[in-house]
């Protein structure tokens, strides 16, 4: 875990006058995965969209496979657009709202991106399609419409039409959040498998017990810089300073016992 | 006094009048088929707000929406060939005319269609990689197309109305063809009702065709 997939330094983003990011520095290495957690407002989906540059970053570099994107030009940095959609082939993101493509069965949201971006031919495409699509435990669907699908579905698909893509990097930006509680678990346990299986990701996320469980490192952000961040085991069991200690406690306030669970159910979630 | 139907006479006449009718079809084709390029592209133009173009494109629509059909169809007959130098056949003039006032419809269809799309489709084939125009051409034209097609046939039905004023200029086509007969038979009521039906068995079929395809995409939209 020493090659740097993702480097950010200096990240500035301001939508008018409002200062959104305040000068981030972000380092995600490969295999690594990264949670990102704040409150609403600290800037965690923001960062994500200037990473793959959906929003363009006032100030600031980022670097993708060791590689500063844009030019630099007095001081500051720009970018063409033609340039972003190579850079954006090799980031793969997933939305709170799926957003998959409705006109398109679930085969040819996974395949399109390879076939028209690519230029892979579609007999290859196909068969890594259901390469990703089995990944994430949706291979039976691959016929059927997205609105067919239900919402965990849905959000596995996106991550399978990220995929295919191959990119160096996964974005997550609150996949779970706009999901019914019962079928949180099933995209949680396909994230926790990329991870596993050495995905290089950064993930927005309110689900603690994944960024727990699965992060490499927790950031927690604050009002548009990085507060604080380290191993989950410390960040999100003893986090050191004040915010983080407010943010986590409102996230506690109820609790319930642990339930007792078989070893079978421990392993699936 | 009743009225003493005879329509003995007028269908020896028949072929003259589905004649007619295939002409107003072929014309609206035509038509049609001038309207749809020229309006995807102006109505991306609007909803893009491309440089330089789109205000173009504003005064191309609003020119031609808000101008008479009729003159329309005479000024690209009598005055079009004069200023060009070339002559023009009726059936080119007309479907200028009524070609380019539907694409100018048609172009504010396309524009509502594009933003009637989420934002959310954009982002997802922007982030995929996909530069602007691979965006609407695989992303979200064809989505926006599904969603236009009932409109979209209504501007159809306007359209074979209009070609009827082509008679004007002496294009063939149904309504021009009933006149001719109508003279030739003296039975106008008869005529008139036949030339009505065949215009009428048109539309109905056009109509059932849109329905048939705004169903079949409705089943696959969430």
Known sequence: ?269 | MPYDWNFSIVLQYMPQLLWGGLHTVLLSAACIALAVPIGVVLGVIRHQRVRFLAPIAVVYIDFFRTSVALVLICWCYYALPILLGVNLSTFTAVTIAIGLQASAYLAELVRAGLGSISTGQWEAARALGMPGTMRLRYIILPQAARRMIPVFFLLVVEVVKTTTLAGIVTYPEIVYEAFRVSTEVYRPVETFTIAGLICFAFLFVTGRIAMRLERRYAAVER
């Not at chain 1, 990102?36 to 496979?65: D, H, M, Q, W």
Request: charged share 25%.
């Open chain 1, 1 to 269: 875990m020493t090659e740097e997939v993702l480097r950010i330094e200096g990240l500035r983003k301001a939508y008018g006058l409002l200062e959104v990011l305040k000068g981030i520095d972000l380092t995600v290495h490969r295999g690594e995965t990264v949670c990102l957690i704040g409150a609403s407002g600290s800037g965690k989906s923001t960062l994500l969209r200037c990473v793959n540059f959906l929003g363009y970053p006032t100030e600031g570099r980022i670097y993708l496979e060791g590689r500063l994107i844009g030019r630099e030009s007095g001081g500051k940095m720009a970018y063409r657009e033609s340039k972003l959609c190579a850079v954006r082939t090799h980031v793969g993101m997933v939305f709170q709202q799926f957003n998959l493509f409705p006109h398109l069965t679930v085969e040819e949201n996974v395949t399109i991106g390879p076939i028209k971006i690519r230029g892979v031919p579609p007999a290859v495409a196909h068969e890594k399609a259901a390469e990703q699509l089995r990944r994430v435990g949706i291979l039976d669907k691959a016929k059927d419409y997205p609105s067919q699908l239900s919402g965990g579905q849905q959000q596995r698909v996106a991550i399978a039409r990220a995929l295919a893509m191959e990119p160096s990097i996964m974005l997550f930006d609150e996949a779970t959040s706009a999901l019914d509680p019962e079928l949180v678990g099933e995209v949680l346990v396909a994230m926790r498998k990329l991870a596993e299986d050495g995905t290089t990701m950064l993930v927005v996320t309110h689900e603690l017990g994944f960024a727990y469980n699965v992060a490499h490192r927790v950031v927690f952000l604050h009002e548009g810089t990085i507060y604080e961040e380290g191993p989950p085991q410390e960040i999100l069991v003893r986090p050191r300073r004040p915010r983080t200690q407010d943010f986590l406690r409102g996230h506690t306030a109820f609790r319930m016992p642990e339930p007792e669970m078989t070893p079978a159910a421990a392993v699936d979630g």
